[in-house]
């Protein structure tokens, strides 16, 4: 079965640095989005793309972050001068249409620790 | 803008017993989907189930099922025959049909099945 492969699983780096985290999504898929987890709290939308645009974003993705589709499979989050309060499970998703009835397929995550 | 609330912080069962997790919503809008999703340790995100709310019969999958009470804007999911496996967090989410894709997710509730 097609899966949405999120590389690395588990990504530490300095706080001020700056991290890209790696998406592939299932390969007929035309919708991406990025969501947050928070340790412990709730799964948070982040940006939502389609055809090379961004078609949402929550408060939360400020100009710190960013998204990029820069070739025909890879969907990338760059957060820029890390904070402590990045530190969260990053799911990346995927979706065959906008509709819900082709349902958003999620990544296993990429956890990301900002010391 | 939609909220999505989970009652049940925690929630514990003993196995091959029944359990039913709450979720209520609040939407203005008429078409709408709603899920659950199952978030084991491995912190992967798997959907459970998915309702229409055009469809007014409730869905089915397996020992899974949910009682959508639109009226109400409830959206309960029962698990029947409890397994260990069935032991994770469960998120409850939303999503409109006129935004791009966004998925608003409650607090979880995490579930204990004992042995």
């Known amino acids: 079965e097609p899966e949405v492969t999120q590389t690395p699983s588990h990504q530490v780096t300095q706080m001020g640095q700056e991290v890209i985290l790696r998406c592939v999504p299932i390969?007929?898929?035309?919708?991406f989005y990025w969501y947050r987890q928070i340790l412990g709290q709730k799964v948070e939308f982040l940006v939502s793309f389609y055809n090379n645009e961004i078609s949402e974003k929550s408060e939360i993705f400020d100009d710190q972050f960013s998204v990029e589709r820069p070739d025909g499979s890879n969907f990338t989050l760059k957060i820029r001068s890390t904070k402590l309060e990045d530190s969260a499970m990053y799911f990346c998703a995927s979706s065959e249409r906008q509709l819900a009835k082709n349902i958003q397929y999620f990544g296993a995550g990429t956890r990301l620790s900002v010391l | 803008a939609q909220t999505v609330t989970q009652s049940q912080p925690e929630m514990s069962v003993q196995e091959a017993e029944t359990v039913t997790l709450s979720c209520t919503y609040d939407t203005s809008e008429n078409n709408y989907y709603l899920f659950w999703y199952k978030q084991p340790p491995s912190r992967q995100m798997i959907l459970v189930i998915r309702q229409e709310a055009y469809k007014q019969q409730n869905a089915t999958e397996n020992r899974f099922s949910v009682n959508f009470q639109k009226a109400a804007k409830s959206f309960s999911l029962k698990i029947s025959d409890s397994q260990l496996g069935d032991t994770a967090m469960y998120f409850c989410a939303f999503m409109g049909n006129t935004n791009a894709g966004k998925s608003t997710f409650g607090d979880g509730t995490t579930l204990t099945v004992k042995p």
């Open positions: 390969s007929n898929h035309l919708y």
